[in-house]
């Protein structure tokens, strides 16, 4: 008990340092900012109104869902301020939710890094000088902007694109389809996991179609590239309850990540060497026939032929739907090999007796089964090689695997961190979906495979579109966002809402490079975000708390369909998103399409609703303090959604693990590769022999709540090193550090843990760079495109995490 | 008798920090302060390791004011300032404060704050819950077992808002209340017990 003492008082005692240290720091970045307004002199009508009157009132609002969760918030507003936030009572009490950044809004709505005026650019682009102007001069100066560019080089040269948390504020936008822009399609994020398991597997996106709270069914949860406990921090509930049932929690990651201390085992693997670890196990399964042959001919492709010579499926060629949802694409109606009667059928055929091994001659062909094919592709990824690639032993190999196969129902939270940032996460997707259709743990109770930051499987409802005229749309998709800072294309001019080119493209100074090159950019944006100092005009949007209304969004989150009752008028001279849209289309007599204000589209958004939306109405959703549940969203979600049994949305109806499209990639069956440039073995390493990977803080949500200054007292840019390296630096914990490559550099504090595996450099996503000494993360990171990857899905993934640097003292 | 009591499940616990800006939200709590705040044990940073690369351990604890049985801080106040309630809480008269501060020095769990300069909320205007006095200069504050909410027999803000209901609040007096079960079922952890000061707030696992 006295080393708990003395812990516990060091530990305090440390943060109350740390707190006072972090407020000075507080005070100088505020002042640097320029705000015109405190929030007190901005309020100070309302105060004096205050002491004679104290008002409260009690408002319901959906808080964000770019962090997937969405929780319904219940805001006390006192004297027209928001003064407390707490979870609303739900019927269902695990969906009685908040987590810090909910809490966080009291202070974050008012911090002093609102935009509080339209701005526009007076200095060098990323100089940061701006001059006060007013919302029409803003208005027509973007209008007048825009047509020119139009004029000169088309409509699709202007890019307009919501970030994550502006789009789902409202859903969707009008500014990019009025003006026929280019939207920017696929954003090479997040889904190199999903590239790899989506076309067997059939989750969304990447997401598991069965839910999180369906997890105190497993025996077994395996964490891929997941830190549940900081991302989507209130889905850890279900992971929790899971570990309380009996199961077994393992977590793969470099370092020891909140999710990783919380889990039954932790698994240090090397960088980008998850898929070494997922091979070595299915070699192992099938070596020691773990495997589930009951289900591997019923369930899945197996069973079915392939042609030795060309890799082909044997089977008639017919035209449909394909496993990625392609429309009018080619399908094989496989054939596979009926032991009874000794001839090649349909996989579908009545009473065939499938092999599901074997070599055979068809029509003079050599043809042999899926599993066959596969076996020999695992036969080179033995424990050892496994051991050798991941760092991680060969016995704890063997025992994962043992734990997966074995142990009763086995879940895979294979989600959008970590691995899935390297260049060989399809081949990681494709490797799990092989150990899960080998062992039968997908399509059953407690069994399955996804991604679950978001809760997994969940109800869903479609609201009623606002109606739009015909020739309102996107231009052709000619420039996804990855490719700006790699590619030619020909946009000339860009509105944003939010920080949609700095927090999200890999080596920052390329990207900040073409920012530089537009005729003409704007962004529409509550805090000053890093990407406002290279904007030409500034609009300043409100926070989803306040509204000129009495209500704004409706949005359909955790089974529940929600209004936001508005809590607080705009803060400074900030608009809604609504309004600013309106604004802007108005100067080409567009704005007469759009609805006239929130209640005339929540109204529309509300009306007719069918499926899971059926009953219910602007009126009955307002009466029941702003929230109702989706049909059956008052019961258990976790039976009502997902596969329980193994029948699966594949044209065959089964898992399909052989992908006969990347045949010519050498990916047919998932085949080891290493990443682009984080691996063992790469020259650069002799530069550059550290791999710096990103992940999660609870303090952000990307860069979102950076400007919060109740966060900014416990967190700020920091880099977590192992003390080996750090001691052959000379790098102290607290030190200022530079993190470098040749793409560029920043300068942030090192912490010292030995709770990473050395030679790792782990760093959260991401702070407005201002809040860095230097530069911030993202000059570092690696923008190179994996080709094959253009056949897939969801495209090229950007590789965060592919990335090696060095360190030394700042 | 009423002994109000919270008890904290560390194997539940995922060190997120919600209770602890719960609190400081619910308590109007000023800039530089924490009545509540989640420590990793045994390290001078948030989420750091106990032991070597791989063979490492972490451990949560929340720690804010223990409301101990036998509360060392309200053995050395010399004004009553601090005092043990008729549910079992340790509280503070704000008026009585003197500022001394022998209560923070007496209080093993480092559980106090002490306002040494004029306070500095963010945002500037009164946040939290409507009861709740804000302290000035001069004046010690603690935990105090969200008092007005628990007065209105609702739950401490920090059990209201924990995501994986690591928390459970409630009447140690109470056989039959839910804590009072958990007491005698889970194994506990109470901290620092040889210092005799019997703190209700306990940790089980």
């Keep these: 008990?006295?080393?708990?003492?003395?812990?516990?008082?060091?530990?305090?005692?440390?943060?109350?340092?740390?707190?006072?240290?972090?407020a000075a720091i507080t005070g100088a970045v505020g002042a640097a900012s320029g705000s015109m307004f405190s929030t007190s002199s901005w309020l100070a009508p309302t105060q004096a109104l205050a002491e004679e009157q104290s008002?409260?009132?009690?408002?319901?609002?959906?808080?964000?869902?770019?962090?997937?969760?969405?929780?319904?918030?219940?805001?006390?507003?006192?004297?027209?301020?928001?003064?407390?936030?707490?979870?609303?009572?739900?019927?269902?009490?695990?969906?009685?939710?908040?987590?810090?950044?909910?809490?966080?809004?009291?202070?974050?709505?008012?911090?002093?890094?609102?935009?509080?005026?339209?701005?526009?650019?007076?200095?060098?682009?990323?100089?940061?000088?701006?001059?006060?102007?007013?919302?029409?001069?803003?208005?027509?100066?973007?209008?007048?902007?825009?047509?020119?560019?139009?004029?000169?080089?088309?409509?699709?040269?202007?890019?307009?694109?919501?970030?994550?948390?502006?789009?789902?504020?409202?859903?969707?936008?009008?500014?990019?389809?009025?003006?026929?822009?280019?939207?920017?399609?696929?954003?090479?994020?997040?889904?190199?996991?999903?590239?790899?398991?989506?076309?067997a597997l059939q989750t969304v996106n990447g997401n598991s179609v069965n839910s999180i709270w369906e997890m105190k069914h497993a025996s077994t949860i395996i964490n891929i590239g997941d830190n549940l406990a900081e991302s989507g921090i209130i889905w850890t509930q279900a992971l929790v309850d899971a570990r309380e049932a009996g199961a077994k929690i393992i977590t793969f990651d470099p370092r020891l990540s909140p999710t990783a201390a919380k889990s039954d085992q932790w698994v240090p693997v090397k960088p980008a060497e998850d898929v070494a670890v997922i091979l070595g196990m299915a070699q192992h399964i099938i070596e020691n026939k773990w495997y589930d042959e009951d289900y591997m001919k019923n369930y899945?492709?197996?069973?079915?032929?392939?042609?030795?010579?060309?890799?082909?499926?044997?089977?008639?060629?017919?035209?449909?739907?394909?496993?990625?949802?392609?429309?009018?694409?080619?399908?094989?109606?496989?054939?596979?090999?009926?032991?009874?009667?000794?001839?090649?059928v349909p996989y579908d055929q009545e009473g065939a007796v499938p092999a599901i091994e074997g070599e055979f001659t068809l029509d003079g062909r050599s043809v042999a089964t899926e599993f066959t094919l596969l076996k020999e592709k695992l036969e080179e990824y033995t424990l050892e090689w496994a051991a050798e690639r991941s760092g991680i032993d060969a016995q704890t190999i063997a025992q994962i695997a043992d734990d997966y196969a074995n142990r009763g129902p086995a879940t895979i939270n294979c989600a959008e961190g970590g691995p899935d940032k390297y260049a060989n996460a399809d081949v990681?997707?494709?490797?799990?979906?092989?150990?899960?259709?080998?062992?039968?743990?997908?399509?059953?109770?407690?069994?399955?495979?996804?991604?679950?930051?978001a809760g997994g499987g969940s109800l869903s409802g479609t609201l009623t579109a606002w109606p739009l005229p015909e020739w309102a749309k996107l231009s052709e998709n000619k420039m996804r966002l990855y490719e700006v800072a790699s590619k030619?294309?020909?946009?000339?001019?860009?509105?944003?809402?939010?920080?949609?080119?700095?927090?999200?493209?890999?080596?920052?100074?390329?990207?900040?490079?073409?920012?530089?090159?537009?005729?003409?950019?704007?962004?529409?944006?509550?805090?000053?975000?890093?990407?406002?100092?290279?904007?030409?005009?500034?609009?300043?949007?409100?926070?989803?708390?306040?509204?000129?209304?009495?209500?704004?969004?409706?949005?359909?989150?955790?089974?529940?369909?929600?209004?936001?009752?508005?809590?607080?008028?705009?803060?400074?001279?900030s608009k809604t998103d609504l309004e600013i849209e309106r604004l802007i289309l108005a100067e080409w007599g567009y704005d007469q399409y759009l609805p006239?204000?929130?209640?005339?589209?929540?109204?529309?958004?509300?009306?007719?609703?069918?499926?899971?939306?059926?009953?219910?109405?602007?009126?009955?959703?307002?009466?029941?303090?702003?929230?109702?549940?989706?049909?059956?969203?008052?019961?258990?979600?976790?039976?009502?959604?997902?596969?329980?049994?193994?029948?699966?949305?594949?044209?065959?109806?089964?898992?399909?693990?052989?992908?006969?499209?990347?045949?010519?990639?050498?990916?047919?069956?998932?085949?080891?590769?290493?990443?682009?440039?984080?691996?063992?073995?790469?020259?650069?390493?002799?530069?550059?022999?550290?791999?710096?990977?990103?992940?999660?803080?609870?303090?952000?949500?990307?860069?979102?709540?950076?400007?919060?200054?109740?966060?900014?007292?416990?967190?700020?840019?920091?880099?977590?090193?192992?003390?080996?390296?750090?001691?052959?630096?000379?790098?102290?914990?607290?030190?200022?550090?530079?993190?470098?490559?040749?793409?560029?550099?920043?300068?942030?504090?090192?912490?010292?843990?030995?709770?990473?595996?050395?030679?790792?450099?782990?760093?959260?996503?991401?702070?407005?760079?201002?809040?860095?000494?230097?530069?911030?993360?993202?000059?570092?990171?690696?923008?190179?495109?994996?080709?094959?990857?253009?056949?897939?899905?969801?495209?090229?993934?950007?590789?965060?995490?592919?990335?090696?640097?060095?360190?030394?003292?700042? | 008798m009423t002994k109000l009591a919270i008890a904290i499940n560390t194997d539940r616990c995922i060190g997120c920090q919600t209770c602890a800006f719960a609190c400081k939200m619910q308590n109007s709590v000023p800039q530089g302060m924490a009545w509540n705040r989640v420590i990793t044990e045994g390290c001078d940073h948030e989420d750091g390791s106990l032991g070597t690369f791989p063979n490492v351990t972490r451990t949560y604890l929340p720690l804010a004011c223990q409301h101990c049985e036998n509360p060392a801080c309200e053995k050395v106040c010399p004004t009553g300032a601090t005092y043990k309630d008729e549910k079992g809480r340790v509280e503070i008269d704000y008026d009585k404060c003197i500022g001394c501060r022998m209560c923070m020095a007496a209080c093993p769990y480092n559980a106090r704050v002490f306002n040494w300069a004029e306070p500095v909320r963010k945002p500037d205007f009164k946040y939290g819950d409507k009861e709740v006095v804000e302290r000035e200069r001069g004046v010690m504050e603690k935990c105090t077992l969200c008092k007005e909410r628990t007065n209105r027999d609702e739950q401490p803000m920090c059990v209201e808002c924990c995501p994986v209901r690591a928390r459970v609040f409630g009447d140690l007096d109470d056989p039959d209340s839910e804590i009072s079960k958990l007491k005698h079922e889970k194994s506990v952890r109470i901290l620092l017990e040889d210092k005799g000061t019997r703190p209700q707030v306990f940790y089980v696992s």
């Design chain 1, 1 to 22: 008990m006295n080393e708990t003492k003395r812990n516990s008082l060091a530990n305090a005692t440390m943060s109350r340092r740390g707190f006072v240290k972090a």
């Design chain 1, 300 to 344: 899945t492709s197996y069973p079915f032929l392939v042609d030795r010579e060309t890799g082909e499926l044997v089977g008639e060629k017919m035209t449909g739907t394909n496993r990625i949802g392609k429309k009018n694409a080619t399908i094989v109606h496989s054939m596979v090999w009926d032991e009874a009667s000794g001839t090649a």
């Design chain 1, 55 to 199: 008002e409260e009132k009690t408002c319901y609002l959906c808080h964000n869902f770019h962090c997937l969760g969405g929780c319904g918030l219940k805001a006390t507003v006192r004297d027209g301020r928001l003064a407390k936030i707490e979870p609303r009572p739900m019927k269902d009490d695990r969906y009685r939710k908040i987590c810090l950044r909910g809490i966080n809004e009291v202070q974050h709505v008012y911090a002093a890094d609102r935009l509080q005026t339209p701005l526009r650019r007076v200095g060098e682009r990323g100089e940061g000088k701006f001059e006060v102007i007013s919302w029409d001069e803003a208005v027509k100066e973007i209008a007048d902007n825009v047509k020119a560019v139009q004029e000169k080089y088309g409509a699709g040269s202007l890019y307009v694109k919501k970030s994550v948390e502006a789009s789902l504020g409202q859903g969707f936008s009008f500014v990019d389809v009025f003006l026929n822009a280019e939207g920017g399609g696929l954003t090479g994020l997040d889904r190199g996991i999903a590239n790899g398991c989506e076309p």
């Design chain 1, 596 to 810: 006239k204000n929130y209640d005339e589209l929540n109204r529309k958004q509300l009306s007719n609703l069918k499926g899971n939306l059926e009953g219910i109405t602007y009126e009955n959703l307002i009466a029941n303090d702003c929230m109702l549940p989706l049909k059956n969203g008052d019961n258990p979600v976790e039976d009502q959604v997902g596969y329980h049994e193994p029948i699966f949305k594949t044209p065959t109806k089964r898992l399909e693990l052989y992908y006969e499209d990347l045949v010519d990639e050498g990916q047919a069956f998932p085949s080891y590769e290493t990443c682009d440039e984080a691996y063992d073995g790469n020259p650069l390493k002799e530069t550059y022999p550290l791999v710096f990977m990103q992940g999660k803080t609870r303090y952000r949500i990307h860069a979102f709540y950076s400007s919060s200054e109740w966060f900014q007292e416990n967190y700020s840019p920091c880099v977590t090193m192992h003390p080996s390296d750090a001691e052959a630096r000379g790098i102290k914990n607290g030190d200022d550090v530079l993190v470098f490559n040749d793409r560029g550099d920043f300068v942030c504090r090192a912490v010292l843990d030995e709770g990473i595996r050395p030679g790792v450099l782990f760093m959260a996503e991401t702070t407005y760079s201002k809040y860095y000494k230097k530069g911030f993360l993202q000059n570092v990171t690696n923008s190179n495109l994996v080709e094959r990857c253009y056949k897939m899905k969801f495209g090229p993934q950007i590789l965060y995490n592919d990335v090696l640097v060095d360190v030394k003292k700042a």
């Design chain 1, 488 to 573: 030619p294309n020909d946009i000339h001019a860009a509105i944003t809402f939010g920080d949609a080119f700095t927090l999200r493209a890999a080596n920052a100074n390329a990207t900040i490079d073409w920012i530089k090159s537009l005729d003409f950019f704007a962004i529409i944006d509550i805090y000053h975000s890093s990407a406002v100092d290279y904007a030409d005009i500034v609009l300043p949007a409100c926070s989803k708390f306040e509204n000129t209304e009495e209500y704004k969004n409706v949005r359909v989150s955790q089974n529940h369909v929600y209004i936001a009752q508005k809590c607080i008028d705009p803060l400074f001279e």
């Design chain 1, 428 to 453: 990681l997707g494709h490797a799990i979906a092989i150990i899960a259709s080998l062992t039968g743990n997908y399509g059953k109770l407690g069994a399955s495979v996804g991604f679950y930051s």
